[in-house]
């Protein structure tokens, strides 16, 4: 038998995190089982990064010019859509960062404060933030696609994170939240931040029109792929590397580890070469 008292919402698609209520519960209202390292739970982390993510809308003749090749998605509206996160579409590189970096141009590369010079507005390149060994870092998600009942839920391969916070601007006059909304509600510290024992995840979803508050403490090195789990918005580029440390505090490569190309003839790409 049901017992609808006792029945609540997880996630509930309002948004409304930071009020106690009877009908729902955020991931951010739930507490850790596990103690929580303090230094997540310090007031100001050691690296602070927005990420808004919104889609880019394809004029249809943009798509079908001679000599390109773009990836996008047509969406159930009829829209023609690449992914933009940090306005940057993620670009896979041609061969594995873990496993052959000094074979990798460092142009390929790029990020919200070193995009390539003359990048369009869908610029595409492998789209990587470095954040040192063991700092606390803390990432703000800002729902910018604002598609209506859609949550895009983010996964951080590596290492698991605190949820601080999930919520919508309390300024109602705001209709669509957006990355200066964003930095002006975190300045006057309007912010949904909650610091008593935060969930650990690995997934969480942001709510459209809504944003979410991640801690973690970067203590495992490597490239570790962050993105929305939707299929479909990981190949039109709604993904990033978080480059935890430096080549120095990984494992050497195994003598004979398989290299990418090996099953291949000598070839050398056009667009997108390995040195
Ligand atoms: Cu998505």
Redesign the pocket.
């Known amino acids: 038998m049901i017992q609808w008292e006792f029945m609540m919402i997880l996630n509930p698609l309002d948004a409304v995190c930071d009020v106690k209520r009877n009908d729902a519960v955020c991931v951010s209202n739930l507490k850790s089982a596990k103690p929580v390292d303090k230094a997540i739970l310090q007031e100001r982390p050691d690296v602070k990064i927005f990420l808004p993510f919104r889609f880019h809308t394809y004029r249809p003749k943009e798509l079908f010019m001679e000599n390109t090749y773009r990836n996008y998605l047509v969406a159930p509206g009829g829209d023609h859509v690449l992914s933009l996160v940090d306005e940057i579409s993620y670009r896979a590189p041609p061969a594995p960062p873990l496993s052959q970096m000094n074979e990798l141009s460092s142009d390929l590369f790029c990020n919200g404060d070193n995009r390539p010079a003359n990048c369009p507005v869908d610029c595409r390149c492998t789209h990587m933030i470095d954040v040192p060994l063991n700092s606390i870092v803390e990432i703000v998600l800002v729902d910018e696609v604002q598609s209506p009942n859609l949550s ?1 839920p983010f996964h951080l391969h590596g290492i698991s994170y605190n949820v601080i916070g999930i919520g919508r601007s309390p300024d109602k006059n705001i209709k669509k939240i957006n990355l200066k909304h964003a930095l002006d509600l975190d300045r006057k510290g309007l912010l949904h931040r909650q610091y008593n024992l935060p969930p650990f995840k690995d997934t969480i979803a942001v709510p459209n029109n809504g944003y979410v508050v991640i801690r973690l403490k970067a203590d495992n090195p490597g490239y570790w792929l962050f993105h ?1 789990h ?1 299929i479909y ?1 990981i190949v039109i580029g ?1 993904s990033l590397i978080l480059h935890i440390g430096t080549q120095s505090d990984l494992p050497p490569v195994p003598p004979n580890f398989p290299r990418c190309g090996d099953h291949l003839p000598a070839i050398t790409p056009p667009h997108y070469p390995i040195h």
């Open positions: 895009h929305c939707f918005h709604m």
